[in-house]
């Protein structure tokens, strides 16, 4: 690609002007009056709570934000690495293509789901016309970012209470809590994707020179091939998810999990487990009590986390198997699986089993893939856009393979077949094996002490009271018109009511009074947290 020769000179104002191969980017008149004219025209009367400015080049538009909208969070996309030393004070984020990270891990860690409903999207129009292709290529990342988050924001919108309750009832269940310590050995991640019964029996031989981290939904497959986990990965809030964990009552094993996901008062009890620190509300809050976690972003699918553990708690090369993101035409996991049998419920002649799982697997997964009979879907394409974009991040630099891959092509992974797989476990270091279980745990594990099940039923109800009053008010200050400080208290009140929360913020965004929205969305937050403790309490309300 052609560079571009960039050249300052005075406007009329006195503030600098740039040009790019002679073409102003600037007016030459008064580069700040420009940009107030363009931020009036671009806004209306509208009052955005996040703004994201495409190509702002010297930036004047981000400190007229600055002064209109003050708690405001500003994000700035540069197409150029020359614009860097020139980027504001007033700006929140700024990415530019010199940095380091990619432009899709920028965005997938700083966007939150507030965005969806009060996000402004300003590009500088001299700066389309010049950098046309880093224009089209920033846009199509920011749909990419915003599709996601629109997906998280569903979810939230449905599991959010789920995920609150979740979280309380496994802080006062765990009974037994575990550290995974690192290891110098490669790191195999089993996902659940059709193809996983293939790859088990390729790296069955190698058994004791891997690490094993296998998702709860591919748990079964792993131990009717015979090979058994070191650890149990699961993130799921939803109440399904103890299908693929009822293996684990049979027989414990350490178990990685956040507290948001589905508690088991068998499995905590009688498995290890290794707290996973995802940050949502209220986890930070209850994990610190229980002395802290493995400290990973949240993930819109189990196998990213499972990812994003396997390259924290080790420095060797990471394996995954059945990550395929993808259906094998009417095939969507590997067996035996948790949900092996709903489909067979109420088989009759008129409804036969092969029927059902033709019109559920071709309803759930519909898109066809580059090679037949594989199939995708839209949340499949939007979890491989985020596995792809992760790749790239230094964290992974190097380090991924992914074994028998599925047509679905992941960037930044090395792709193996199953001739590859001696020559990659021959070059690993020699000498390095894998240590033995003792009483159910493995050498990876450390024991942790956990305070007693008084001190945090006492702990519980100090914080329960503390977020009725923190949250009564919030929603005042935000009826009141001024966006709620506490950042934690923000994603409580979004778990709790989001429709209410984006009614209140898009009225706002409007010009409009969140009176309304903010006094409903009190309410029901006050309702649910008197129901969270009457269900946690009974015996104290």
């Known amino acids: 690609m052609k560079s571009v020769v960039f050249s300052l000179e005075p406007s009329r104002s006195g503030l600098p002007c740039c040009l790019a191969d002679g073409n102003y980017l600037h007016s030459a008149y008064d580069p700040e009056k420009e940009a107030r004219r363009f931020i009036d025209s671009s806004l209306g009367t509208r009052r955005p709570a996040r703004f994201v400015l495409l190509g702002p080049c010297l930036d004047y538009i981000s400190p007229l934000l600055r002064q209109r909208f003050p708690?405001?969070?500003?994000?700035?996309?540069?197409?150029?690495?020359?614009?860097?030393?020139?980027?504001?004070?007033?700006?929140?984020?700024?990415?530019?293509?010199?940095?380091?990270?990619?432009?899709?891990?920028?965005?997938?860690?700083?966007?939150?789901?507030?965005?969806?409903?009060?996000?402004?999207?300003?590009e500088w129009p001299p700066s389309a016309r010049i950098f046309p292709a880093p224009s089209r290529a920033a846009a199509a990342s920011l749909r990419s970012a915003l599709s996601r988050l629109s997906s998280s924001a569903a979810t939230l919108r449905t599991w959010g209470r789920r995920w609150?309750?979740?979280?309380?009832?496994?802080?006062?269940?765990?009974e037994r809590m575990a550290t995974f310590e690192s290891a110098d050995l490669p790191v195999v991640v089993a996902a659940a994707g059709p193809s996983l019964v293939a790859a088990l029996s390729l790296i069955a031989p190698w058994r004791d020179h891997f690490v094993l981290l296998a998702v709860s939904?591919?748990?079964?497959?792993?131990?009717?091939?015979?090979?058994?986990?070191?650890?149990?990965?699961?993130?799921?809030?939803?109440?399904?998810?103890?299908?693929?964990?009822?293996?684990?009552a049979q027989r414990a094993c350490p178990l990685a999990s956040p507290l948001a996901a589905t508690p088991s008062t068998q499995i905590l009890r009688s498995s290890p487990l290794v707290l996973i620190e995802q940050g949502n509300f209220p986890e930070r809050e209850l994990s610190a009590r229980l002395g802290g976690g493995i400290r990973l972003p949240s993930h819109g699918t189990v196998s990213g986390t499972a990812l994003r553990l396997a390259a924290a708690?080790?420095?060797?090369?990471?394996?995954?198997?059945?990550?395929?993101?993808?259906?094998?035409?009417i095939i969507s996991h590997a067996s035996p699986h948790g949900f092996d049998l709903l489909p067979c419920h109420g088989d009759s002649r008129l409804s036969a089993h092969e029927g059902k799982v033709y019109g559920r697997e071709i309803e759930a997964a519909p898109l066809p893939a580059s090679v037949p009979p594989w199939r995708s879907s839209r949340s499949l394409e939007i979890y491989a856009q985020a596995l792809a974009a992760e790749a790239e991040e230094p964290l992974f630099e190097g380090r991924l393979a992914r074994l028998l891959p599925s047509p679905v092509r992941l960037r930044g992974y090395d792709e193996l077949g199953a001739e590859d797989i001696a020559g990659f476990f021959a070059a690993l270091p020699q000498g390095g094996s894998?240590?033995?279980?003792?009483?159910?745990?493995?050498?990876?594990?450390?024991?942790?002490?956990?305070?007693?099940?008084?001190?945090?039923?006492a702990m519980l109800l100090g914080l329960l009271g503390q977020w009725k009053e923190q949250a009564h008010a919030s929603t005042r200050e935000l009826a009141e018109g001024r966006r709620p400080c506490d950042t934690r208290i923000r994603e409580m009140?979004?778990?709790?009511?989001?429709?209410?929360?984006?009614?209140?913020?898009?009225?706002?965004?409007?010009?409009?009074?969140?009176?309304?929205?903010?006094?409903?969305?009190?309410?029901?937050?006050?309702?649910?947290?008197?129901?969270?403790?009457?269900?946690?309490?009974?015996?104290?309300t």
């Open 434 to 457: 894998r240590p033995d279980r003792v009483d159910g745990s493995t050498a990876f594990l450390r024991p942790r002490g956990i305070p007693s099940h008084e001190e945090r039923e």
């Open 71 to 122: 708690e405001s969070i500003i994000f700035t996309i540069d197409y150029d690495g020359f614009f860097a030393s020139f980027r504001r004070a007033t700006v929140d984020h700024a990415w530019n293509p010199s940095c380091e990270e990619s432009l899709e891990g920028f965005l997938s860690s700083r966007m939150d789901e507030d965005c969806v409903s009060g996000l402004a999207i300003l």
């Open 164 to 174: 609150i309750l979740n979280a309380c009832r496994s802080f006062l269940l765990a």
């Open 313 to 329: 708690t080790g420095t060797g090369p990471i394996l995954a198997v059945g990550l395929d993101l993808a259906n094998y035409d």
């Open 493 to 540: 009140l979004m778990a709790v009511d989001l429709p209410d929360w984006a009614a209140a913020h898009r009225a706002m965004a409007s010009g409009l009074s969140p009176s309304f929205s903010a006094t409903a969305l009190g309410e029901s937050t006050l309702a649910f947290l008197d129901d969270l403790e009457r269900r946690l309490f009974p015996w104290k």
């Open 217 to 248: 939904s591919a748990l079964a497959a792993c131990r009717f091939a015979g090979l058994e986990p070191d650890l149990v990965v699961a993130t799921d809030g939803g109440p399904w998810s103890r299908w693929h964990l009822y293996p684990l």
